[in-house]
């Protein structure tokens, strides 16, 4: 589930339904395409494994219940999804006083270490690093850009900025992270 | 002269195009060593996390999977529902007769509030003519022989009006034949009328009193702008056309109150006839008696008596005379009440036009009243809905920008 890149399948509207409605089948298309992708942002801004699984419970439940509300102009199930899940981890940083958890951050180097090569590992500590180097705010929009795969406009949408808004702060994300990944490799290198 | 380019819009050029070339190299458009590496550092983001747990994965299949048969199940059994319902016409019959009732409730609603925020003073009600205080008083306290009797019968025989359209009941007719019985009858009547009908109407009271053999004897009228009007007629009518006449004046504008009175005279008018009769009796043994008077003293005093004998048969005359006149005509006091609400009686087209355009404004009251309550509330409550989003919007974002 995790992994699938780019998204493999759209929950395009069937012919009788109205667009923008999310039927049963559509739904479970939708958790199928989502369910992964969303833990795995909810786990990497909270970093709290039960944390994110509420996160996720809660943003599917949110969705089906509203599912009958769901504008197709306002953006696809998959942003409204991320969207509630942005939310509710904001809701959830909020309680726990801002602070996200780095419980995760052995048993991700065990779980990857494994059964993957020398030089991705190096990278992706290199990349978890940068990644931890960023202010929430700019990594939250990062996660957001890479877990949700959600375009400039749904991404402002689930971040309630305007389009150019949210560019600029995308742009600004990520040139950030890979300035600071660069700095890792020379420190390393150094 | 240097034209410098505006440094924003081109910083923003060269992020748009930055950001053209991220979607195409993450959506796979864009090849080449850049394109792979934002997939790269995205699979790379991606990995970080850990997968998701195999057993919460299945937890939340299963609850999603149970409120999915729920809902399910509630929407066939509200489809099952619904066919029932259209299946059967009474059933069909039934929703309708609901809906008509729920529209009828709301219509009665309407209406009765209408008829609660009309002003008192101006409610346009029309007494009903068996309500009113119509009666034959026959007999009020009459001396006269025979008189108390009848008086009693003509009371117990008081005989309330018709129902709308006011039609005034026939008088009630004493034990006596009516031609051997002296009887004086007079009434009263109030309409009501709209103000600037009233002049109309009272000249149409006094046009029917000259039609029927009558008169006005008196009248006033007094028309006020924002006040009260009213006008107020005395009028001599035969005795032998009261009924019809009084009718007539029914039908010129609503009738407020109504009330006739009847007095026997029969004894007042015996009387008087019988001190004509006796009067003349004398006068004609005086005459006899004058006619065999031999002496001078005899015949001064016969004459000085025959004198007396006819003045008092010329004031008995007219004593009979005015207890005939009495009999033969009845006295008709009719007040017109300027009533802002009133119109002519026969007009229901227009009065129906008048009473749904009332309707309507009254509705349109209430409705205003309601919006005047719940358009602020609806305000009040919007704008509350929408500082509790901006505010939880706000502490969501410190909860970014804190850490």
Not at chain 2, 218 to 240: D, F, K, N, W, Y
Not at chain 2, 332 to 345: D, K, P, Q, Y
Not at chain 2, 361 to 370: E, G, K, R
Request: charged share 25%; net charge positive; hydrophobic share 45%.
């Amino acid at each position: 589930m995790r992994g699938q890149a780019p998204r493999a399948q759209q929950t395009e509207p069937k012919g009788e339904e109205p667009e923008g409605s999310l039927d049963e089948g559509r739904f479970e298309l939708l958790f199928r395409e989502c369910a992964g992708d969303l833990h795995g942002y909810a786990i990497s801004l909270l970093g709290d494994r039960s944390a994110a699984e509420d996160v996720t419970a809660l943003a599917f439940e949110r969705l089906y219940s509203s599912r009958a509300k769901l504008d197709a102009r306002r953006g696809t199930p998959r942003a409204w999804l991320f969207a509630i899940a942005r939310n509710a981890c904001l809701d959830e940083l909020r309680r726990r006083g801002r602070r996200p958890q780095d419980e995760l951050r052995d048993e991700l180097i065990q779980d990857r270490g494994a059964c993957e090569a020398f030089e991705q590992l190096e990278r992706r500590a290199t990349v978890r690093s940068a990644l931890s180097a960023l202010p929430l705010r700019e990594r939250e929009i990062v996660l957001l850009k890479f877990h949700g795969q959600l375009s400039n406009a749904e991404l402002a949408r689930a971040l309630g900025v305007s389009t150019s808004n949210a560019a600029t702060r995308l742009h600004r994300a990520l040139t950030k992270l890979r300035l600071q990944s660069a700095d890792i490799d020379c420190q390393e290198v150094a | 002269m240097r034209i410098l380019p505006f440094p924003e819009g081109q910083h923003d050029a060269v992020e748009d195009r930055w950001l053209s070339e991220l979607e195409a190299a993450l959506s796979g458009e864009r090849g080449g060593p850049d394109g792979e590496s934002w997939r790269e550092l995205r699979e790379d983001v991606r990995a970080l996390a850990p997968p998701i747990a195999p057993e919460f994965d299945q937890r939340l299949r299963e609850e999603l999977l149970r409120r999915s048969e729920r809902s399910q199940i509630g929407r066939s059994e509200g489809r099952r529902a619904r066919g029932l319902l259209h299946l059967t016409t009474a059933s069909t019959a039934v929703s309708r007769l609901r809906v008509g009732g729920a529209v009828a409730a709301v219509a009665a609603a309407v209406v009765v509030l209408a008829v609660a925020l009309l002003p008192e003073g101006r409610t346009p009600v029309r007494v009903p003519a068996n309500s009113s205080p119509v009666g034959v008083s026959a007999g009020r306290g009459v001396a006269t022989s025979g008189s108390s009797a009848s008086a009693e019968k003509g009371a117990a025989v008081a005989a309330p009006a018709a129902s709308a359209p006011p039609v005034f009941a026939p008088l009630a007719t004493p034990a006596a034949p009516a031609a051997q019985r002296r009887q004086q009858r007079s009434a009263s009547v109030s309409l009501s009328a709209a103000p600037a009908m009233l002049q109309t109407v009272s000249d149409s009271i006094a046009r029917l009193a000259e039609r029927s053999g009558g008169f006005v004897q008196s009248s006033h009228v007094q028309i006020q702008r924002g006040s009260s009007s009213e006008a107020t007629l005395t009028l001599s009518l035969p005795s032998a056309r009261l009924d019809a006449a009084l009718a007539a004046i029914g039908r010129l504008a609503p009738v407020l109150d109504e009330s006739r009175s009847l007095q026997d005279i029969t004894g007042a008018f015996d009387a008087a006839h019988q001190r004509l009769a006796d009067a003349l009796a004398e006068r004609d043994a005086l005459l006899r008696a004058l006619a065999k008077a031999s002496t001078e003293a005899q015949i001064a005093g016969l004459r000085e008596r025959l004198s007396h004998v006819r003045r008092t048969i010329a004031a008995e005359q007219s004593s009979l005379r005015a207890v005939t006149t009495q009999a033969s005509t009845s006295e008709v006091e009719v007040s017109v009440i300027g009533n802002a609400t009133a119109s002519a009686e026969g007009l229901t087209l227009h009065r129906g036009l008048k009473d749904a355009g009332h309707v309507l404004l009254v509705a349109l009251v209430a409705l205003l009243i309601a919006g005047a309550v719940l358009v602020p509330l609806a305000i009040l409550c919007a704008a509350l809905f929408i500082a509790r989003r901006l505010w939880l919007r706000h502490v969501r974002e410190r909860a970014l920008g804190g850490a």
